[in-house]
């Protein structure tokens, strides 16, 4: 049996001479005195050396810090012959020599769980006989690989215990795990070089070796599925702006990446600084957001944790991230703001929400092991997320053109105060639509729509002289004759069957109109009273100059609107063909900008 020594010159000379090859395994003080030193580091590299040759049994004392014994290195470099199949040295016996007893040794350090998995021996004393009778009981035992199961779920190994070193960390795994499920191919250069800088990293450090570890054996359950492709479908031309203190890890790559194949663009707030204040971050954040080109993106994505002040923040509502979002949100409240963050704790969850955040993603984190699958849904859900906030990004303008409706007043200042306060007084038709549209759900379409067509109806009633004369009051103060008493009209209703009416009747689609009164075919009044269509079509042409394929989306909005949106309507459309959809809300917003905007 050939063994091996591990020690740190605290061994007895006899024991040391009776193994195959001894190792002393002890940084210089002058190595442990530079700042890039790290412990694990220093013992993968030194492992690596050692294991270019084969052993059938490993010994080592608990500790190897002669200075600090509660350190426990030996456990931490077991951990490392465990858990590096480099080494190929996974399942090789591993000897523990010294008084302490396994027990204390785990109530003094998490590591000390090793103590209590396959293929851990112990001596008590550096003797050389109780050695050779250990090594001949070691040598009628084999580690299977279901003992090495049997590890991976007993072993405990806790994250860096500074938790900015851990949050760094955890965006590092977060950006491979998510490039993992894309195919190579796909992945920009740039990006792959950070990657693979990235793998080095985690080849030394033991947590992340634990968690490939145990990820691996997730991967032998689950068959994973084919590659993803690299791309977030049903957006274009959009501007994203990105808040992450840890941007640099390759998340700033990969986003840039994926929105530039829909050929949208992202803009990246690089100028974090080193122990920033919260304080002095959000006045530099602030005057970030308001840039041009920033205050007009569409989509915001913006981690919780910002800066050193946010790590121990037990207050969801004091996180930066959290403060950005309400800032965004008290500019307008149609901005659409995405939080990306590792912390999965239901309180921020909340705060985010209650705040005004129009979703909430999760990258993965390390303590949680993602199969491919499992990576693929949070990957799903972050191109899901993405593609809501496009889509209710026309919010944005929309509360825009609110604010300054309710401002300006044009158009509703020339009629009844009556109609400007139900308009635009808090809670008004207006604001009702926002508040309707804001929840993004074609549910809500039809209310939109009823709600629309009663601002049109409403502000039509201001304007229009019903009498022996029908006529419309101008913005500029005339009077324009819409019928006279003789019966004389000044347009005509074009009659036509809309594709999706079912019962085929003839339907006011269009409207001609001519340069002066004179006598038409269309009755203005039947049964006595002015149609909707008539009011609509004069106030609208001669307020607003709307015309042509202008006035025939509104006429066929109000054939909707009597049809499938209204209380008790008459059912005249086939919704399988015929529906009210976001390009009819559109249209919708656009007419209410040009009336009152």
């Known amino acids: 049996m050939k063994t091996l020594l591990l020690h740190n010159d605290n061994v007895k000379l006899e ?77 090789t016996p591993i000897v523990f020599f010294g008084s302490d007893l396994p027990e204390h040794v785990y109530k003094l350090n998490i590591l000390g769980s090793i103590l209590f998995t396959p293929g851990i021996f112990f001596l008590n004393k550096q003797d050389v006989g109780e050695k050779t009778t250990l090594e001949t009981v070691i040598s009628t035992k084999t580690m299977s690989m279901e003992a090495y199961r049997v590890f991976l779920d007993r072993v405990q190994i806790d994250p860096p215990s500074n938790y900015a070193s851990y949050h760094s960390l955890a965006n590092e795994w977060g950006i491979k795990r998510m490039a993992d499920i894309f195919k190579k191919e796909d992945i920009p250069e740039d990006l792959l070089t950070e990657l693979i800088k990235l793998e080095e990293r985690f080849e030394t450090k ?102 050193d002040q946010d790590i121990k923040e037990k207050d969801s509502s004091q996180l930066t991230g959290i403060q950005v979002l309400s800032h965004l949100i008290d500019e307008n409240n149609g901005n659409q703001v995405m939080i990306f963050t590792a912390s999965n704790k239901t309180w ?81 038709w207006l604001d009702q639509l926002f508040t309707l549209l804001s929840l993004d759900n074609k549910v809500v379409y039809k209310q939109v729509l009823v709600t629309f067509i009663s601002i049109l109806e409403a502000y039509s009633d201001t304007v229009f002289d019903d009498g022996s004369e029908l006529a419309v009051k101008l913005n500029n103060g005339e009077r324009k004759i819409i019928r006279d008493s003789s019966l004389k009209g000044i347009f005509t209703f074009k009659m036509g069957i ?64 009597n049809n499938i949106a209204a209380h008790g309507s008459d059912n005249k459309v086939n919704e399988s063909k015929r529906s009210i959809t976001m390009k009819d809300v559109k249209s919708m917003i656009e007419i209410l900008e040009e009336m009152f905007g």
């Open 15 to 91: 024991f040391a001479t009776a193994f195959d090859k001894q190792e002393k395994i002890s940084p210089s003080v002058a190595e442990m005195l530079k700042e890039e030193f790290d412990l694990d580091t220093f013992l993968d590299n030194r492992l690596a050396n050692i294991f270019k040759e084969n052993f059938d049994c490993i010994f080592l004392p608990f500790t190897l810090n002669n200075d600090d014994y509660l350190q426990f290195t030996g456990l931490l470099i077991a951990a490392h012959i465990r858990l590096s199949p480099k080494y190929n040295h996974l399942r």
């Open 206 to 307: 033991i947590y992340f070796k634990f968690l490939e570890a145990k990820l691996d054996h997730a991967r032998k359950k689950i068959q994973p599925k084919k590659k993803v492709i690299a791309t977030i479908p049903n957006i274009e031309e959009t501007t994203v702006v990105y808040i992450d203190d840890e941007y640099d890890k390759g998340w700033a790559i990969m986003l840039e990446y994926l929105l530039s194949k829909s050929k949208s663009k992202l803009i990246t707030f690089s100028e974090f600084k080193k122990e920033y204040r919260r304080e002095d971050l959000l006045n530099d954040l602030k005057k970030f957001l308001a840039t041009p080109e920033v205050k007009a993106a569409q989509v915001y994505i913006i981690d919780l944790r910002l800066c």
């Open 348 to 428: 921020n969850l909340n705060k985010a929400f209650e705040c005004g955040a129009s979703s909430y993603v999760l990258k993965e984190s390390p303590e949680l092991n993602y199969t491919f699958d499992q990576s693929k849904i949070l990957f799903d859900e972050f191109s899901i997320a993405i593609q809501k906030a496009y889509r209710k990004s026309y919010l944005k303008g929309f509360r825009k053109f609110i604010e300054k409706a309710k401002i300006s007043g044009k158009g509703a200042l020339i009629v009844d105060n009556n109609f400007s306060f139900k308009l635009l007084g808090n809670g008004g």
């Open 498 to 561: 809309y594709d999706f009416h079912l019962f085929g009747e003839q339907e006011k689609i269009g409207v001609d109109f001519h340069p002066e009164l004179q006598t038409v075919s269309t009755n203005f009044k039947p049964n006595g009273y002015t149609t909707l269509l008539v009011k609509l079509v004069s106030t609208l042409h001669y307020n607003y100059g709307f015309n042509g394929s202008r006035m025939e989306t509104i006429m066929e909005l109000v054939f909707l609107r």
